[in-house]
Structures are given as structure tokens and as C-alpha cells.
């Protein structure tokens, strides 16, 4: 089985969705932006399109046993959580595909210059941009792992993260410890169990050998 790592996505090269970013500001899809959000959204896809520096990364991992509660790779990694253990088990799960996604370091720091220059407009829309391409990436990437696996007959579980009912955020430190180093940008897991830069996400997707093709948006 082959074993991929993503390159790195370009700024230019993905945006997300318009009705993804309205979610992401709250209004219903299909909302038309007026005079003052539209140049406000606009400003916000600007920059991020001249500074922001996203990437993905992912590894395919086998594991080695699953218990109880816990899934171990068969790099020694130990992944706690009974509800990733008890679908593992269920579905024959054989290897795991984990997942990096990052809207980078700098849309952060630029949403915290923004805040701090008493511009909370600018600052809203810029965070619901980074929010909506970080969740667009991970879409993307689901539907590359399908893809991917499928050329082999694998089956690809919906993903799954820490955070998730039944998976706490603690299991983001030995998720991202799993990963192969360097990555294509920082990314560190905080005190708290979350990441930072603040708009990246950690997921897994569960590979098994039997099974109908379906892309899917949760475990």
C-alpha cells in the first residue's frame, strides 16, 4: 500500500465555497452580501489570497491492536478513545490516513493585528474566511483520500477528531506526534488541547477492505 504525503497548497490555489463562508458569518446560504459586508468579505479573501500560506498533510499509518479504548499504530503512537476503538473494531479498520490542515500562521496573526488596530469588522470576516478554507480543505482532502484508497479497493471511513464526542481533545498530542516531521508549516497542540495556529485541524480516516465507495463528512 502506498503511502502519500499531500504537498503543500498554495494560497492561489483553493478558496472556499461562498455559501461555506457565509455559514462560517452566520447567515443563511443563498444571502446576498450588501454594500458593507460585500467589500468587507472581499477585503478579507484579498488578503488571505496575497498572505495566507495553508497546507495539508497526510500519512498513512497501519495499526498494530486495538483494545478497548484505544487504537495502537503500529509506531507505538496509542490514540485513546473507546468510540474510535469499538468503529475500528467493527469495520475491520487494517490502517488509518491522518490528516493535517492549516490555514497558516499568518492569518492568525493577522486577525490579532486587526483586534488589537479596534477593527473587529475586518477581524470577523477575516476569521470566518480562515474558518471556512480550513474546513474546505479537509473536504478536499477527504475526497482525495477517497480517491486515492479506493484505486486499491479500500474503503474510506468518514473522518473522525480529537474533540469529537467520545474522543477527547487531548488526542490531538499523540495525533500530531504520529505525523512524519518536518511538516509543511508549525502547527503544536497547546496545554488546553488546542492547536495553534488556531485555524488547522487534526482528523483521521479509517481504511478497511470491504465496502461500498462513500464520501462522508463525519465518524
Same mark, same amino acid.
Given at each position: 500500500?502506498?503511502?502519500?504525503?499531500?504537498?503543500?497548497? &498554495?494560497?492561489?490555489?483553493?478558496?472556499?465555497?461562498?455559501?461555506?463562508?457565509?455559514?462560517?458569518?452566520?447567515?443563511?446560504?443563498?444571502?446576498? !452580501?450588501?454594500?458593507?459586508?460585500? /467589500?468587507?468579505?472581499?477585503?478579507?479573501? &484579498?488578503?488571505?489570497?496575497?498572505?495566507?500560506?495553508?497546507?495539508?498533510?497526510?500519512?498513512?499509518?497501519?495499526?498494530?491492536? =486495538?483494545?478497548?479504548?484505544?487504537?495502537?499504530?503500529?509506531?507505538?503512537?496509542?490514540?485513546?478513545?473507546?468510540?474510535?476503538?469499538?468503529?475500528?473494531?467493527?469495520? +475491520?479498520?487494517?490502517? =488509518?490516513? =491522518?490528516?493535517?490542515?492549516?490555514?497558516?500562521?499568518?492569518?492568525?496573526?493577522? =486577525?490579532?493585528?486587526?483586534?488589537?488596530?479596534?477593527?473587529?469588522?475586518?477581524?470577523?470576516?477575516?476569521?470566518?474566511?480562515?474558518?471556512?478554507?480550513?474546513?474546505?480543505?479537509?473536504?478536499?482532502?477527504?475526497?482525495?483520500?477517497?480517491?486515492?484508497?479506493?484505486?486499491?479497493?479500500?474503503?474510506?471511513?468518514?473522518?473522525?477528531?480529537?474533540?469529537?464526542? &467520545?474522543?477527547?481533545?487531548? &488526542?490531538?498530542?499523540?495525533?500530531?506526534?504520529?505525523?512524519?516531521? /518536518?511538516?509543511? +508549516? /508549525?502547527?503544536?497542540?497547546?496545554?488546553?488541547?488546542?492547536?495553534?495556529?488556531?485555524?488547522?485541524? !487534526?482528523?483521521?480516516?479509517?481504511?478497511?477492505?470491504?465496502?461500498?465507495?462513500?464520501?462522508?463528512?463525519?465518524?
Amino acid at each position: 500500500m502506498k503511502n502519500p504525503d499531500s504537498p503543500q497548497t &498554495g494560497p492561489d490555489q483553493v478558496s472556499p465555497p461562498l455559501e461555506l463562508y457565509l455559514r462560517h458569518l452566520g447567515l443563511p446560504a443563498g444571502s446576498e !452580501l450588501d454594500e458593507t459586508t460585500g /467589500p468587507l468579505a472581499e477585503q478579507a479573501q &484579498g488578503w488571505y489570497r496575497r498572505n495566507g500560506k495553508p497546507w495539508t498533510r497526510s500519512h498513512l499509518a497501519a495499526l498494530a491492536k =486495538i483494545e478497548e479504548d484505544s487504537v495502537h499504530l503500529e509506531d507505538g503512537t496509542v490514540l485513546s478513545s473507546r468510540v474510535l476503538a469499538e468503529g475500528a473494531r467493527r469495520s +475491520g479498520t487494517h490502517s =488509518i490516513s =491522518i490528516l493535517a490542515v492549516s490555514a497558516g500562521q499568518e492569518v492568525d496573526e493577522r =486577525i490579532a493585528e486587526l483586534w488589537a488596530a479596534d477593527k473587529p469588522d475586518e477581524a470577523m470576516f477575516l476569521n470566518a474566511y480562515a474558518d471556512a478554507l480550513t474546513e474546505h480543505l479537509r473536504s478536499l482532502e477527504a475526497r482525495k483520500a477517497l480517491d486515492r484508497f479506493s484505486a486499491e479497493e479500500l474503503r474510506v471511513l468518514p473522518y473522525y477528531s480529537p474533540g469529537y464526542d &467520545g474522543w477527547e481533545l487531548a &488526542g490531538q498530542a499523540p495525533l500530531l506526534k504520529a505525523l512524519p516531521t /518536518p511538516l509543511p +508549516g /508549525p502547527l503544536k497542540v497547546l496545554p488546553s488541547g488546542g492547536l495553534k495556529p488556531a485555524k488547522s485541524t !487534526l482528523a483521521v480516516f479509517a481504511l478497511t477492505s470491504s465496502g461500498a465507495q462513500e464520501p462522508a463528512e463525519d465518524y
